[in-house]
């Protein structure tokens, strides 16, 4: 259940055997006369800068806890404006949050009891825990659209932020039975206006597949950064700094999504961690046939993983 890839030309996502295959049928007759952005990071900025490449004339309403990095995604965009509270983007046709997972349930079920129009979506890399936040909270989800961009990298501020980070990317979308297909509809037209691949997909399939695509390496890179000795830092050769770089993400922003997706992490680690022992075992073997034969294996997957982009 943990196998997976990714095929954005063809606008296509396999997990296993199942597979969803993403039309662009966008609806032309969609306008947004204004769009909401709660989050000034990365992710917030990149689709500020989006914005504004393919929709110019669509107001930008930015909030972020930090009025430094609002005013800075404001800017990003040439009708962007800083406002001070959730509620002033009740009125936006469209809202993102794309704030830390650990912010975003709340965040959500806030901009739902505002009432009004605006359709909210998120960019959070678990969803299974946010989807129970907002179901448990009793707001009427309708206009909730669950979402994640497969984007993004180390540094987590604005400072990095261009629209190149998400065109030609994928954007999960992860509808509920409490999802109004209205809502989704609008979603989807929005994003593939600002050219990324949707895909749709059950919040919990999601966080299988982001659990052994982004999780797990994570997870792996801050256990082996750990493991590194201050006086053999010189010695610790490409291998083992290409591994560990991962770890020079925000630890706060990796704790709080290592917790919100922690069941399907550990069940992935298990595996992980079975497959090591298997490897370890094989090189205690006279013959080496069945280590060669399973290090092969690995050498092609990563092969075929580099033509799958």
């Given at each position: 259940?943990?196998?997976?890839?990714?095929?954005?030309?063809?606008?296509?996502?396999?997990?296993?055997?199942?597979?969803?295959?993403?039309h662009r049928?966008?609806?032309?007759?969609?306008?947004?006369?204004?769009i909401g952005l709660v989050g000034a990071g990365l992710i917030g900025g990149s689709l500020a800068a989006a914005l504004d490449r393919l929709l110019p004339e669509t107001a930008l309403r930015v909030y972020d806890i930090s009025p430094g990095n609002a005013a800075y995604v404001a800017e990003r965009h040439r009708r962007g404006d800083v406002v001070g509270a959730l509620g002033a983007l009740a009125r936006c046709d469209i809202v993102f949050v794309a704030t830390p997972v650990a912010a975003i349930g709340g965040q959500v079920i806030e901009l739902l009891r505002l009432g009004g129009e605006a359709i909210v979506i998120d960019?959070?890399?678990?969803?299974?825990?946010?989807?129970?936040?907002?179901?448990e909270s009793g707001v009427d989800a309708g206009r909730f659209v669950p979402g994640h961009p497969l984007a993004g990298g180390v540094s987590t501020g604005p400072g990095l932020a261009t629209p190149d980070n998400l065109t030609g990317r994928p954007f999960v979308l992860t509808p509920t039975d409490a999802t109004a297909p209205d809502a989704v509809k609008r979603a989807r037209g929005l994003l593939e206006t600002l050219g990324v691949s949707v895909i749709e997909m059950a919040p919990d399939v999601h966080d299988r597949l982001l659990a052994?695509?982004?999780?797990?390496?994570?997870?792996?890179?801050?256990?082996?950064?750990?493991?590194?000795?201050?006086?053999d830092f010189e010695l610790l050769p490409a291998s083992f700094r290409g591994v560990a770089a991962f770890a020079a993400s925000?630890?706060?922003?990796?704790?709080?999504?290592?917790r919100a997706n922690s069941e399907e992490l550990r069940a992935v680690?298990?595996?992980?961690?079975k497959r090591l022992d298997l490897i370890a075992a094989m090189a205690d073997e006279p013959a080496p046939g069945a280590l060669l034969e399973s290090?092969?294996?690995?050498?092609?997957?990563?092969?075929?993983?580099?033509e799958s982009l």
């Open positions: 259940p943990y196998t997976g890839w990714l095929q954005s030309p063809r606008n296509r996502v396999a997990i296993g055997a199942k597979a969803v295959i993403v049928n966008m609806d032309r007759n969609a306008t947004f006369k204004s960019t959070g890399s678990a969803k299974a825990a946010i989807v129970a936040a907002v179901a052994l695509g982004s999780h797990l390496p994570h997870l792996i890179a801050f256990a082996l950064a750990g493991m590194a000795e201050e006086g925000d630890p706060q922003m990796w704790s709080d999504i290592f680690a298990d595996l992980f961690k290090l092969r294996d690995a050498r092609s997957r990563t092969n075929a993983l580099g």
